[in-house]
């Protein structure tokens, strides 16, 4: 005897795992918000990140900082940015010594348990890719969010 699978079974069952996997994808993804141009949407939390980024920038090179956006998106609790710096007159850097790449920072922000923007990790001037595969030790960071070297498909 052949057992014989209902056929409205079956639709039932494709019609629910199909809505389960869109109500995910609507309810549960992380949408992602561009910041490197400051609107009133974003001015404030965009200001909080860069004045991280500035205090930084000072307590490392004793340089007050400005900075240009080349890239900044955010997506749930995570902020990835790349810019440019320079200081705050306008002019470049100076630095004590040779052995930085000026004028470059990149850098990862992080939200806390209470809201507040945190560098998870950043560096300024370095003269190696140092951010490599950075999204892999922040798994639960949109990969969306990285530039080309932060998430490689040979990251793992």
């Known amino acids: 005897m052949k057992t014989r699978i209902s056929t409205k079974f079956t639709f039932k069952s494709n019609l629910l795992v199909i809505f389960f996997i869109y109500f995910n994808q609507t309810f549960f993804a992380q949408?992602?918000?561009?910041?490197?141009?400051?609107?009133?949407?974003?001015?404030?939390?965009?200001?909080?990140?860069?004045?991280?980024?500035?205090?930084?920038?000072?307590?490392?090179?004793?340089?007050?900082?400005?900075?240009?956006?080349?890239?900044?998106?955010?997506?749930?609790?995570?902020?990835?940015?790349?810019?440019?710096?320079?200081?705050?007159?306008?002019?470049?850097?100076?630095?004590?010594?040779?052995?930085?790449?000026?004028?470059?920072?990149?850098?990862?922000?992080?939200?806390d348990s209470k809201g507040k923007w945190k560098i998870a990790e950043s560096n300024a001037f370095s003269t190696d890719v140092w951010y490599t595969c950075i999204g892999i030790r922040y798994p639960s960071a949109n990969p969306k969010i990285f530039t080309p070297g932060a998430m490689e498909d040979y990251c793992q």
């Not at 974003?42 to 340089?63: G, Y």
């Not at 007050?64 to 002019?91: I, K």
């Open 31 to 111: 949408p992602i918000q561009d910041f490197s141009v400051k609107t009133t949407l974003n001015s404030v939390e965009r200001k909080t990140m860069l004045d991280l980024l500035r205090t930084k920038v000072k307590k490392e090179f004793n340089q007050d900082a400005r900075f240009s956006v080349n890239h900044f998106l955010v997506s749930g609790n995570y902020a990835w940015f790349t810019g440019g710096v320079t200081r705050s007159d306008g002019q470049r850097i100076i630095f004590a010594s040779d052995y930085l790449d000026c004028c470059h920072i990149e850098a990862l922000f992080e939200k």
